[in-house]
């Protein structure tokens, strides 16, 4: 019984042994390492990127992972010991991503929970909505 305790708590850890951070403003804003846009290119141009982030796409329109992302990262200096951030639309793809990639051996991968969605909506927090005057 005790034995799979341990192994469900080592596969538990092993699962989400990522960082995540919710994607707000004040969040983002603290990050002192590079940030990956890993949405497509569609959707930068739909709603703008984070300044300074570097653009790679992870998962292709066909839902395949993009096979030169590993060499892509390597041209922003980005190692399996660097630690970067990923960030997407929703957090879903980011979440998949940062488990593959910390399945290929990047240790320091930080998801940006909520995407995209979720710095939106730090960004509106305080707006007031309601018919104008």
């Given at each position: ?23 707000t ?11 990956v ?75 940006l ?21």
């Amino acid at each position: 019984m005790m034995k799979k305790i341990v192994l469900a708590t080592l596969l538990f850890i092993q699962i989400f042994a990522y960082e995540n951070i919710l994607a707000t403003k004040s969040n983002i804003e603290k990050i002192d390492y590079p940030i990956v846009d890993i949405r497509l290119p569609s959707e930068w141009q739909a709603t703008g990127v984070i300044p300074n982030v570097k653009k790679i796409t992870f998962f292709l329109p066909n839902g395949r992972i993009n096979q030169n992302f590993l060499e892509e990262l390597k041209k922003y200096n980005i190692t399996p010991n660097t630690k970067f951030a990923i960030i997407c639309r929703t957090g879903h793809r980011s979440r998949v991503a940062s488990k593959i990639l910390e399945d290929n051996g990047y240790t320091k991968v930080v998801n940006l929970k909520g995407g995209m969605f979720e710095l939106f909506k730090s960004l509106l927090k305080g707006v007031k909505y309601g018919k104008r005057k």
